[in-house]
């Protein structure tokens, strides 16, 4: 087999600021909360899943928010 003989593509990196950095360094460090692992997003999916159930909830209502949840859960502390 022959190796293949592609130029690597250009790329030019463009300088910026210590601030832009360190603004760009938050942004990648919050966009990284939202990305997890697609095990990890089916199980917390089938927790919430399960919590709403039995709280009394409804597994596929679009009326729950998650207030909703924090009421039942505290209304079962208070008993």
């Known amino acids: 087999m022959m190796a293949s003989k592609m130029k690597p593509l250009p790329t030019k990196m463009a300088r910026i600021s210590v601030d832009e950095h360190e603004r760009l360094k938050k942004i ?21 899943l399960a919590c709403r159930e039995a709280l009394g909830f409804d597994r596929d ?8 949840l924090i009421e039942a859960i505290n209304k079962l502390k208070s008993v």
């Open 28 to 48: 990648d460090k919050e966009f990284s909360r939202y990305s997890v692992s697609a095990g990890k997003a089916d199980q917390y999916m089938n927790e919430a």
């Open 61 to 68: 209502s679009d009326h729950v928010s998650p207030s909703d």
